[in-house]
């Protein structure tokens, strides 16, 4: 019954950043169903996408992420009344900062799943999944933190270089 | 130091068959603050909370994570266990490792290492976990019910005997629903205005019920225990406590050719009307659209005619502030239209049964308007084209359910012993008529109904053919209905004289509307979702809110009964205390750091944020900061990832604990 699984080279880690009402419940509904995705999710709970800050996605690709979701309730839908609309529009700015620093948005995913819609969190995981998998692992963040580690040292040309000039 | 206990749940076999959950205990036994881990067979069973219990005397532990289904199915439990131990129940967390691993994933070392993962986060984010007084919360000790159908009426005629004050608010100009439109019920043939109307006038009468008709809901504020609801009772045009319900302005009323919608647009009215004669209220209303006062400012007849004065055309809508504790929904159903294509309607349409142009196609309400003694026919049978009696008529059954292409996948539940029933009732008003069906399967569960279905082939002589009709098309005064009888493999010709389409059972109009004003979930068809489909039937994920009736999913009379009674005995559970306990996920203020913005003021859709002066002894204002209303507060925290200076945080969800499970990944 079981189809042999492909095996990659490299899998990605996706952290799911979703709200209890609506993703969650719907991801919860996708296992009741006994629906099939990919494993490299992780799901962090918060009771609203309102109160996901834009610092806990940067500090996941720090950790080491490589794919991020951020998923609520449909506009209009939101236990809180507003507060995906504010997430909205927080990460609509956030998204324009992440390009800017050079982020591939490709690796972020905004999407609305509702507590009936087990199927589209399916689909949702599993797309990102495999289009970060395609996209390899991201390094540009885990360079930094090494690269700030790296620089105390004084011995740095650069640094070298920028004391002379004084 | 923490001591963590880790306890990790087989679930009989539903985690064990892919997760290797002796590993996982294993691991976690050698993470970082967890002193003691260990699985077993079925975590939430009295031995499983007992295991527990017994660990955190035993092992001194500070913290629980139990790692197995998901904390909406049972970190109430775990959190009572952990309580009953004497830990604070908000320093115990829940690993999904069920729903979000076992049931998702099939590879058996791959579903283990994300176990391990789930669990390890947890662990990290426990740690973090700060003791959590629970808040009391008053509660109003008066229920709201939304739709005064058969559902609305059972649950606030049950909530009002128990002594509670009940709002019932109902949309329509009269309540009764849908079922005092139905001619007599299955399985017994009682007549369903019988049945129905004295419930009605009990609900009138009745001193704990105050009923607001031709009203909606405007707005919904509040929570659990503390709503406050805005009704808008919508302009009726005369004074209710002025008419005496005499109807003599109904009579003079010069506008007489209106559909009546009661009657399914077979009967007429005037523009001055009460629904159907045992309407409560029995109030008339003006229907201002087809009014010749409202439209041309001239007339006026039934305000001349009015004795008592009652009729008053300045009369504007007026808005009703109800503060309740708790709320029942039951807006319940109304039929798909094959004549209309509504906007946004999974069902793609019936071209092959001209799409409801043929007059003599009628669906299934139609014909209980026909039946009804009190009907637009005083119960003859008759065809709406040219009144005569139809000798041969067809129903088709599973006109939109059971359609997975034309978009709608579930079953309405009802029509197979409806259809069955509008054969007896057409036998016993047409002896010499002959009813067909064409039917898919005859879903016919339930108390005396497989013997009533039978009933209706073996003593009624209906003649049910297994099949689907491909096309129905007029040929002179009769309509071909042309289908296939799989039975015998065999094409079928029918000439009828009126078919009957029992059509798919929906949600009402602006069911997603009301479910956006009271914050609970649908599903793609717009029916109300209930917070456990097995284990929580009535209430909604919302705390407060209770389903009863066709608003949830199809469903006949005795099971809408028995949900609203349920729906019922939910509120008066509710009811019986004077102070709530609530979750004290709510959000507080850091006031060394507020700066005073008041960024958060403007994101809280609540309005739970204050402004708070802090002064020095001598009085002195040293600065203002923001002030979080616990009471107000519902826990959304949006505020905290608003704040700039990171001075307000929301209790259970912190920075801290988030950053730990982003850390431990």
């Known amino acids: 019954m079981h189809s042999e699984k492909p095996k990659h080279d490299f899998e990605p880690k996706i952290i799911a950043f979703v709200c209890t009402w609506c993703t969650y419940a719907g991801a919860d509904l996708a296992g009741t169903s006994r629906m099939q995705y990919p494993s490299n999710v992780r799901v962090l709970k918060f009771p609203c996408t309102g109160r996901i800050d834009p610092v806990f996605i940067l500090k996941a690709f720090q950790q080491g992420a490589d794919g991020i979701l951020v998923s609520g309730c449909h506009p209009g839908d939101c236990h809180y009344i507003a507060g995906n609309y504010h997430a909205r529009r927080r990460f609509a700015v956030f998204r324009k900062l992440l390009e800017f620093i050079g982020v591939d948005l490709n690796r972020i995913q905004f999407s609305w799943v509702s507590a009936a819609e087990g199927g589209k969190w399916v689909e949702v995981v599993t797309d990102l999944t495999e289009r970060v998998r395609a996209m390899g692992p991201m390094v540009e963040f885990k360079d930094l933190v090494l690269e700030e580690q790296w620089s105390g040292n004084l011995n740095n040309p650069e640094l070298q270089a920028v004391y002379e000039a004084m | ?466 099949g689907m009709v491909s096309r129905l098309y007029q040929k002179g005064d009769k309509i071909v209905v042309m289908g296939s009888d799989i039975s015998v493999g065999v094409q079928v010709e029918i000439e009828a004289d009126l078919v009957v389409l029992a059509t798919a059972v929906q949600p009402q109009k602006g069911a997603d509307l009301l479910a956006q004003k009271l914050g609970i979930s649908y599903d793609k068809y717009n029916f109300y979702s209930e917070a456990h489909a097995k284990l929580r039937p009535v209430e909604c994920a919302t705390a407060g809110i209770y389903l009863a009736g066709a608003c949830q999913g199809p469903k006949d009379i005795p099971d809408t009964v028995s949900q609203a009674s349920a729906a019922a005995a939910k509120v008066m559970t509710l009811f019986a205390k004077d102070k709530l306990e609530r979750e004290p996920i709510v959000a507080r203020v850091k006031e060394s750091g507020c700066v005073g913005c008041f960024a958060c003021k403007k994101v809280c859709a609540y309005g739970a944020i204050e402004e708070k002066e802090i002064r020095d002894r001598q009085g002195n204002l040293v600065k203002v900061v923001a002030y979080v209303n616990p009471g107000v507060c519902a826990g959304c925290g949006t505020c905290q990832a608003t704040c700039p200076s990171k001075s307000v945080e929301l209790d259970g969800y912190t920075d801290e604990q988030i950053v730990a499970m982003i850390e431990a990944l």
């Open chain 2, 1 to 466: 130091m923490s001591r963590i206990g880790v306890f990790i749940c087989h679930c009989g076999e539903n985690i064990s068959r892919t997760v290797d959950v002796e590993q996982v205990a294993a691991q976690a036994a050698l993470m970082p603050g967890v002193a003691f881990a260990v699985d077993y067979k079925y975590m939430c069973s009295d031995p499983g909370q007992n295991l527990v219990k017994n660990a955190i005397t035993e092992h001194r532990l500070t913290h629980v994570v139990v790692a197995a289904c998901s904390p909406r199915m049972h970190e109430r439990t775990f959190r009572k266990a952990v309580e009953q131990a004497g830990l604070n129940p908000f320093l115990c967390e829940m690993a999904n490792i069920r729903e979000h691993c076992s049931w998702v994933h099939e590879d058996r070392e791959e579903a283990t290492d994300k176990a391990i993962e789930i669990v390890g986060m947890l662990v990290e984010r426990v740690k973090k976990n700060r003791v959590l007084p629970t808040i009391t919360v008053p509660v109003t000790k008066r229920a709201l019910v939304i739709g005064g159908g058969i559902a609305g009426i059972q649950a606030a005629l049950d909530i009002a005997d128990a002594g509670h004050q009940v709002v019932l608010v109902e949309r329509e100009p009269s309540i009764g629903g849908h079922m005092a439109q139905l001619s007599e019920t299955f399985p017994t043939l009682d007549c369903s205005q019988c049945i129905m109307t004295p419930k009605m006038v009990d609900v009138a009468n009745h001193p704990n019920i105050t009923l607001h008709t031709y009203s909606e809901i405007e707005q919904v504020d509040g929570y659990i225990g503390n709503f406050q609801i805005t009704v808008r009772k919508k302009a009726r045009s005369v004074d209710e406590h002025k008419c005496t319900g005499c109807g003599v302005c109904m009579t003079k009323c010069p506008q007489k050719k209106i559909p009546n919608s009661f009657d399914c647009n077979l009967g007429t009215r005037t523009a001055i009307y009460v629904p159907f004669p045992q309407a409560v209220p029995n109030v008339p209303v003006i229907d201002r659209e087809n009014c010749t006062m409202f439209k041309s400012g001239k007339c006026g007849v039934c305000q001349k005619a009015c004795g008592p004065g009652a009729v008053d055309f300045e009369q504007q809508d007026q808005l009703i502030v109800e503060p309740v504790g708790a709320i029942v929904v039951s807006t319940g159903f109304e039929l798909y239209r094959i004549t209309e294509k509504t906007k946004g309607s999974p069902i793609k349409g019936y071209g092959e049964f001209g799409h409801g142009k043929i007059p003599d196609v009628i669906d299934g309400m139609t014909f209980e308007r026909l039946a009804s003694a009190s009907g637009p026919t005083g119960g003859k049978i008759q065809r709406p084209s040219d009144g005569k009696e139809p000798k041969q008529v067809v129903f088709i059954q599973c006109v939109g359910s059971r359609s997975r292409e034309k978009g709608i996948s579930y079953c309405s539940k009802v029509c197979c012993m409806y259809t069955a029933k509008h054969t007896m009732l057409y036998h016993h008003k047409v002896h010499d008529g002959q009813a067909y069906v064409f039917f898919m399967d005859a879903r016919v569960p339930g108390k005396s109904y497989d013997e009533f279905w039978r009933r209706a082939i073996e003593d009624e002589e209906a003649v049910y053919i297994r």
